[in-house]
């Protein structure tokens, strides 16, 4: 993944904010140091990240991060949003679940969500996890979720490109098959261009076969906590 010099000056600028509010916070608890941090640099990071790490080639981390809110709205969604991450580690313990901002990172790797080889057709054991998930979506309604599908460097860019796509176009269509609104669903796809892992080797290259999913609040959500509901 490419930085460009806005990204970077942004988590220079961030990172001071950050660290001057949380001398105030430092013992205060999560959904506090969210009131106190993400009023002071919730404009900054979710205005600059939000308009680089979010476009063109989009990434679960870059969609959670652009929709920092801040101030007590943010500590709202914030509270939500730590009840809804508890229930997802439970619900599914293989799953890396990451509170990023007013959001949540999930990444599934092919041990958890796999597809029969050079296929987009689930598996059952994929669709068994995705079973579990969908419960805790259905339960937490007022969000929406971007789903992302990630390839291996095995192929051709297009070819890995185009594979991507479709299977987080299945994932969506599972989903949404499970009583999930598809008003909610998103899916894109990365291809092989954001690897977590080397694809020198059989394990890193199992590492970047991998779906990922941000979880936002939505308007409705949003709407609510500003009115401190």
Do not use: W
Request: proline share 1%; hydrophobic share 35%; net charge neutral.
């Amino acid at each position: 993944m490419k930085f460009s010099k806005t990204y970077i000056g942004a988590l220079f600028l961030s990172s001071a904010l950050l660290l001057t509010s949380c001398e105030a916070v430092q013992n205060s608890n999560h959904q506090q140091r969210g009131t106190a941090v993400g009023a002071a640099s919730g404009a900054v990071i979710g205005g600059i990240l939000g308009n680089n790490v979010g476009s063109g080639k989009n990434s679960a981390l870059g969609a959670v991060l652009g929709g920092i809110i801040g101030g007590v709205a943010g500590n709202v969604i914030g509270n939500k949003m730590d009840k809804q991450a508890k229930e997802i580690k439970e619900t599914l313990p293989g799953a890396q679940v990451e509170r990023v901002g007013d959001g949540i990172k999930i990444t599934l790797n092919e041990s958890i969500v796999n597809f029969d080889f050079n296929s987009t057709a689930l598996s059952s054991t994929a669709k068994t996890n995705l079973d579990k998930l969908a419960q805790v979506l259905i339960n937490n309604p007022d969000t929406n979720i971007n789903i992302y599908g990630h390839t291996d460097d095995k192929g051709t860019d297009a070819y890995n490109q185009k594979l991507s796509e479709n299977r987080a176009n299945s994932v969506k269509a599972y989903l949404a098959s499970k009583g999930i609104a598809s008003s909610r669903l998103f899916a894109l796809g990365e291809g092989e261009s954001m690897p977590v892992a080397s694809n020198e080797t059989d394990e890193g290259r199992a590492k970047n076969r991998r779906v990922e999913f941000a979880i936002t609040a939505n308007e409705k959500m949003i709407n609510e906590a500003k009115q401190g509901q």
